[in-house]
Every structure is written in structure tokens, then in C-alpha cells.
């Protein structure tokens, strides 16, 4: 079984985003950056498909020459070949990104098609939910998103999806592609030997133009940061000072 599990390069969970002064970029100059949380759990369960099925992982991601990190990361816990398609560090709208993960996966499948490819059901920071859905329909290839859970059996994978009310199972035949979503099992860390092992692996590129998709970036606008404030209090009658202040006693 041959899969292949695409990953973004994301600022880590919970950091401050600061933007440039300009507006069109964020400064990360002070950030720390990670696998997108859906598509970390993408490769684990791509890594936990191929050691079912005695089959292999690739990891792809699209960003600039630091997502090599991102890569190794995923070569730590079980996957066996890395792609980067490089890019200056500007940010690829969905379009554009889609294009080119397709004609890499063209590229990368003249040694035999992947059963599976997997991706995240959206990104950590843009979060447009397009990009798998894009490739699916670029490549003729069914689609599901939002899967929290997988089997494959007999050339085809059995899909569930939650939603408020139960479950809906999709059955696939494989070839096909599949949007995870976090929560569908629990990443493994990577241990000494695999980190050892990842560093060995030599990490190929796809070059890929960028193709124009009609949508330009104006500028970014940044959250508003929540303050919050810790008041110790003193003894009972501060309590109760509070209390009334909040109108909860009078």
C-alpha cells in the first residue's frame, strides 16, 4: 500500500501573531513553527495504514527551505520519503498551492499510483478547507473531508464521519483521497532511533511553478488579542467587596 500524507508548515499552537509593518505579511522573527495539528494526526495515521498493510509513506509539503523541519518530523515517526516543493516563503492561496501539489503527486506517481493520499480538513492558520478537494478533482480521484476514522480492506477504504446527530460511513474505492480531521487518533513522538533515522533521509525537492489564480492579497489583518488580569484577593471582605461589585449580593 503506498501513501502519501501532504502537511503545511504553521506557526505553533497559541503563539502571538505579529504582522509586518506593511501589512501583507506576518513577522517570524519570533515565531516557532509546527506540523498543522490535522495533518499531524494525517501521518499518523498514514504511518499506522502502512504498517497494517505492509506499505510505505511519503510526507509533501509546499513552503519555504525551514519546512524541511516539518518534514523530518513526520520521517521520525515512520515515514520513509520526503518531498519539499520549495518555495520563497510567501504565502500560496489555495488555487495555486492546489495546482502544484498536483503536478507533483503527477511527478512522484510515474512509480506507482499512491492508494491514499491524505491531508488535513483544513489548516492551522488559513484554514480554507480547499486544498485536498482541489487535488481530489484535479487527479479524478473520490474525496471525503472531515474523517475521523479509517479502514482499508479488499482495495477499498471504509470512511467515518461525524456529525451532531451519529455517524455517516462512506466506502471508497482506492484510489482516492481522504481529509482527517484531529481527533482521529493519537500522534506517536518520535523516538531517539526514528529522529537518528530522520536525519539520514535525504529530502528531495519538486520544483513547481506558480500559477496565477485570480486572487490577490490586499493585507492580513491581525485577532485582537484578549487581555486578561489575575486580582488576588485578601481575606473575606475582599470577596465580598467583589461580590457586590458584580452585582451577585447586595
Known sequence: MRVLVCVKRVPAPGARIVLTEDGRAVDTRLLSFTVSPHEECAVEEGV???????????????GPPEAEEQLRAALAVGAQRAVLIPTDGSDWDPVSTATAITSAIMELEADGVFDLIMFGNESADAGGYQVGIRVARALGRPVVSGVKGIDVENGSARLRRDNPSGSEVYEL???????????????????????????????????????????????????????????ILDGAAAVVDILEQLQVMK
Do not use: C, F
Open 48 to 62: 499506522r495504514l502502512a504498517e497494517a498493510h505492509d506499505g510505505t509513506v511519503t510526507v509533501l509539503t509546499l
Open 173 to 231: 474505492a482506492l484510489p482516492a483521497v481522504v481529509a482527517v480531521r484531529e481527533g482521529i487518533n493519537l500522534p506517536r513522538y518520535p523516538t531517539l532511533k526514528g529522529r537518528l533515522n530522520a536525519k539520514k533521509i535525504e529530502v528531495e525537492t519538486s520544483d513547481q511553478d506558480r500559477t496565477g489564480s485570480g486572487q490577490a492579497m490586499m493585507r492580513l489583518i491581525a485577532p485582537t488579542q484578549e487581555v486578561t488580569e489575575t486580582t
